[in-house]
């Protein structure tokens, strides 16, 4: 990982001594982080920010400058004063219509209000068929109402194998906080018994 202010912004990419870096992508198309990345620098965030650089896709400056393609999303705006008054967790579910194995088998996402904000939660699974290729991409943020401002940030990929999946998608009603919960649990225990003392 490296801070992603060490580098200066350069269209799509992020140059350093002469040359141009991509970020390792979430996804198969490399632009699925360009904007979020674009908005780390100008926002001033930067220095809070570290990255994976992509091991192939980099070159010197003068010759290596790919072009991203921006797309108008049209959707409904988030309510965020209806979010401000959730008293209870709000979980919620997206699907493709369109059968793909390039595409996100679901994502699961949930509103969970606590002390310190209004915590979003949200998993995005890949397709079965791509599943000992792609990770699950996580996302948490906390909202909070009184300074109407996101105050927390962090992603992750989570790696699943082909049962984990299965158990995943067939966990019925279960929430996803629940199952994440409990799978991390699942996992220290695991770590800790294989743990070797020093």
């Known amino acids: 990982m490296v801070k992603l202010a060490n580098f200066e912004a350069a269209g799509a990419t992020f140059a350093r ?29 930067a220095d809070h920010v570290s990255v994976r650089l992509d091991p ?10 790919p072009m991203m393609f921006k797309m108008i999303v049209y959707g409904k ?19 493709s ?12 996402f949930c509103w969970d209000p606590r002390d310190d904000g209004m915590h979003f939660t949200c998993e995005a699974l890949p397709a079965r068929e791509r599943i000992s290729l792609e ?25 699943y194998s082909t049962p984990q999946l299965e158990q995943r998608l067939t966990a019925g009603r279960q ?12 996992a220290k225990e695991r770590s800790s018994k294989d743990r070797v003392p020093l």
Not at 175 to 186: I, P, Q, V
Request: charged content about 15%.
């Open 135 to 159: 990770g699950a991409r996580y996302l948490h943020a906390i909202y909070d109402p009184g300074t109407e401002a996101i105050t927390h940030l962090d992603g992750a990929l989570r790696i």
């Open 56 to 65: 192939f896709l980099w070159g010197p400056s003068d010759t290596f400058a």
């Open 97 to 108: 219509d369109v059968v793909s194995p390039e595409r996100f088998e679901l994502a699961d």
């Open 17 to 45: 001594n002469g040359f141009n870096f991509t970020i390792c992508s979430t996804t198969l198309s490399p632009n699925s982080t360009f904007w979020l990345l674009r908005s780390f620098v100008e926002q001033g965030i």
């Open 175 to 186: 929430s996803l906080l629940t199952f994440l919960r409990e799978s991390s649990t699942t």
């Open 77 to 95: 705006p988030v309510n965020w004063d209806g979010i401000a008054m959730l008293k209870e967790q709000h979980n919620g579910q997206m699907m």
